[in-house]
């Protein structure tokens, strides 16, 4: 039986990651790593939380010795480390807890894997879940692949690119077998609701106004979630050692255009008349360093290991509106308690 460390599992990305795994190999022993921060939320995996080879521990990667106990306990043959901090305006609000949990955490896990691995690296694996945002921004051509230069720009994408740098290192230094998989942006199920579809979802439901940064003209390519935990599954069991893959959507969409599929998809589903949502629309101050386009040449891993995208993006929205339309408690948790006061200091200024 394998176990594998899974980090952040708790959040968006992760729990479709972990609830995977846990379904599709009941051979592995899956631990859910994750601190449980204002994105971690254990509700995520409630279908899944009593399997018998699913475990959960509450960590924070920034703290090494627990994590080296972690590692000195249970005897890991694999991590896939999705835990971070993900949201690019809360890193222009607080760029240090970036630093702590991306570069700092990273290193922590990096640290411990070389440490408690050390006698035989052979059959163990540190996959380290990336995103294109350390690539920096496309104009209106051009695409990114895996070899683009490096050229960050938030403290988020940053803070992500040290951390590839240093998975990077450890594989080149030490010969720790690792992968690095950069994605570009995922929409889908238990999104927490500070990202841009299902902020606008929740607004769009409680006719509250859809803040649109700037004048939306900002390209994102968007990629289903279970389409990149089926990237990730590929990749973990098949790529060679020190390989990069992107993943991507071929899904190019204006922010402006996206919310517009959005507002018809929501008119059509609350009843409400054609146009009633899109009146929310409100353009508000754009965001400080905002990377004008993102795009994801995924050539490789397709034709490397034959993944692609199975949904188009019309039924992607669609299926994802239904979800939070029929998980309206889950939305009502998350929005309580301190996502208020995130809103109205990211929003209403205060
Ligand atoms: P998320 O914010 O929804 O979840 C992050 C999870 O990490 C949460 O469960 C949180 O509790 C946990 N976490 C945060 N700090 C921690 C700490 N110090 N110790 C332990 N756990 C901690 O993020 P997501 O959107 O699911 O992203 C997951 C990973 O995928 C991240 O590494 C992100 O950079 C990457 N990524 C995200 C996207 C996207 O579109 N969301 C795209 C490409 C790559
Ligand atoms: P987001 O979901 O935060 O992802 P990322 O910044 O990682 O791409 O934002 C997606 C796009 O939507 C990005 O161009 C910023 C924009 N956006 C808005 O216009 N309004 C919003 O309220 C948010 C959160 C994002």
Aim: hydrophobic content about 35%; overall charge negative.
């Amino acid at each position: 039986m394998k176990k594998i460390l899974i980090t952040g599992g708790a959040g968006f990305i992760g729990s479709h990651v972990v609830r995977r795994f846990v379904n599709n190999y009941p051979d592995y022993h899956i631990v859910n790593l994750d601190k449980l921060t204002y994105a971690g939320n254990l509700a995520n995996l409630s279908d899944i939380e009593d399997k018998p080879n699913y475990s959960f521990v509450k960590i924070d990667i920034t703290d090494a010795s627990a994590i080296n106990q972690l590692f000195g306990r249970e005897n890991f043959d694999a991590v896939i480390h999705l835990a971070a901090e993900s949201h690019v305006d809360r890193s222009i609000t607080d760029p240090t807890a970036f630093v702590m949990t991306n570069v700092i955490g990273t290193v922590n896990l990096l640290n411990a894997a070389r440490e408690y691995w050390k006698d035989d690296y052979s059959n163990k694996r540190f996959y380290h879940i990336s995103t294109d945002e350390v690539y920096g921004a496309l104009g209106e051509t051009g695409m990114f692949t895996e070899t683009t230069a490096y050229d960050p720009h938030s403290p988020y994408s940053a803070s992500k690119a040290s951390s590839d740098h240093f998975v990077r290192a450890y594989h080149d230094t030490y010969g720790i077998d690792c992968v690095i998989s950069n994605c570009s942006n995922n929409y889908g199920s238990h999104h927490f609701p500070e990202k841009l579809i299902p902020l606008a979802i929740n607004n769009i439901k409680n006719n509250k106004p859809v803040p649109i940064y700037g004048k939306g003209e900002n390209v994102r390519d968007w990629l289903w979630v279970e389409d990149h935990a089926r990237a990730i599954d590929v990749i973990f069991h098949q790529a060679k050692a020190g390989e990069t893959y992107n993943i991507g959507g071929h899904n190019e969409w204006k922010n402006i255009d996206l919310i517009h599929l959005l507002c018809k998809i929501m008119d059509d589903k609350l009843g409400r008349e054609a146009g009633t949502s899109a009146k929310l629309i409100t353009f508000v101050t754009d965001r400080a360093g905002h990377d004008l386009r993102y795009a994801i040449d995924s050539t490789k891993l397709q034709k490397e290991l034959g993944w692609t995208p199975s949904l188009q993006f019309e039924e992607g929205l669609e299926k994802t509106v239904d979800w939070y339309l029929v998980n309206e408690e889950w939305l009502n948790n998350v929005t309580s308690g301190n996502y208020q006061s995130y809103y109205d200091k990211q929003y209403n200024g205060r």
